[in-house]
């Protein structure tokens, strides 16, 4: 299959050009003044305050305070997103190690229960979730930030299947080589997992990080604001004559995109590198 | 280097009305290599993994070293265990497989190399130590996986239809090495196969298993000459004993019409006669065959055809000229008798001939 077939290429031009478009005027707007775009719109050229927009968002102190810059933001969207990450692969883990390797009473009721909660998104348990943050006193915390939303029916899901498909014999090797439940599962289950690990990651990174409805509940302090309120922030002044910051918002919404892209890269790699070459 | 005791054995799964084995009574000496043998669903693995702890036993005692090990952990039973499918850990180096064990046992470094490299040159698998599994060959992961339990110099190994999944040239030049690596440590072996010519030809005593008990237990030979019983003497050998029913009086054997016996204990009624294919030799007196059709195989030819309308296999000389009509003889010595409502041996002959018959 080495012949080239200018209609494949032509249907995966356009879809690139599709999903890039977007991208590119967004990257493009965001170099030219407010007013220029207040006046003329959207621009798939580029203007000359490139720099000093990206500089302005970054650094100039903002909000209601005073206090928070870009750069404050991205750092939080950065820790809600890792925290998110990671304890999620943790938690689904452990859980699913429990389910597929121990055997206790109603441990396929108990795996059914978590499955079918993720028929349930945030929303419909968002108001029991606030309260008992809130009498947990974590609200306006990292912890009251990330530690609810760790439970993950869908990373818990995903570990058990893969868990279900290393071979038993692998278990059976490794307790006749005198490893015990956390040896097996520190030595063999974790590097096997590897491929999984940066599947989930992938996930559940960009969905913390494009997190809205949660922070803006839980924190009520401006230090904790991350992008995506940011970027709402600034399309908020239509006061008197002003005119909003537009590139200043979508040179945030463009740096908001980096650090996904970044890891989706870097995770993909990984991800297919461990698809082609693992035999369990 | 230890006995394996096996008394009463029984192991029934929750909820299964019968015992999957049963009665399993077996006493496995110092460095002897015994291999379970029966067809797939025997219990012959389940049998092998209650030993090695993998499975649990609910009824019975195992001793291994005399040692009473019902509710010792795996890793403390001092077996070493071979897998089907090698169950080699993917993300490690031959090397890291094959000292895993060791590690976790708390060997020191020095040890952990030195017995390392010994079972790798041993098993010539020294210039693949640096590699993962996945860039070896079947036989060579095969080794790892004998390597592996080589390094962990155990009381016993346990092998679980290790070469099930090589290749016919490969599995028969494996099953050497698996008996020279053997003799050489001397280490007590259980060995679990379907195979009855892998069985024959590795087992210092073959255990034969049926329905999850225990048919026969014997030297290959022994077994071979003097099938206990009808299931055995169809499982091993190769092609299967000719088992054909027959009629039996005070004057002799008869199938057909045809007497092929006169033996020193009178029996009377119907009985199954067995006809070794080997045994029959084409003569001018003796069962009337009509052929059928001719497997050549080289060294011989085995003959199918029919004996008073029942289904008969004889292994002939492949220089021997074939017609549509012989006549078979068979040395009285030769003929096997089962009852034929339980299938169990009867013995015609007296012991003492019996013992003469057996080459030790």
Redesign the interface.
Known sequence: MTRIRPLDHLILILGCLFMLAPVAVAIMTSTHTAADIHVNGLSLAPGGHGIETYQTVLTKRGGFTGQVTGATMAMNSLILGLGFAIGKIVLSMLAAYALVYFRFRFATAMFWVIFTTLLLPLEVRIMPSYQVMSELHLLNTYTGLILPLLASATGTFYFRQFFKAV?D??L????????GPV?FFI??LL??SKTMMAAIFIIMFVYGWNQYLWPMLMTTEERFFTLMRGIKQILQVWVGSQIPDYNQAFALAVLALLPPVLVVVVFQRWFIKGLT???? | MASITLTNVSKTYSGAAAPSVAEIDLTVADGEFIVLVGPSGCGKSTLLRMVAGLEEITGGEVRIADRLVNRVDPADRDIAMVFQNYALYPHMTVRENMAYGLKNRKTPKAEIAARVAEAARMLELSPYLDRKPRALSGGQRQRVAMGRAVVRQPAAFLFDEPLSNLDAKLRVSMRGEIRRLQRRLGTTSLYVTHDQLEAMTLADRLVVLNAGRIEQVGAPLEIYHHPASTFVASFIGAPAMNLLDGQSDAAGLYIGGHRVAHPERPLSGPVTIGLRAEDLVPAAEGLPFRTDFVEELGAQRLVHGHVDGQPLVVAMDPAASLAAELRLAIAPDRVHVFRTDTGRRIETAPASARTALVPA
Not at chain 1, 172 to 179: K, M, P
Not at chain 1, 277 to 280: A, I, L, N, P
Request: hydrophobic residues 35%; charged residues 45%.
């Open positions: 071979p014999e692998l059976e090797a490794a307790r006749i080589d005198g490893a040896k030595d063999i590097p096997l070459e693992s035999d369990k």
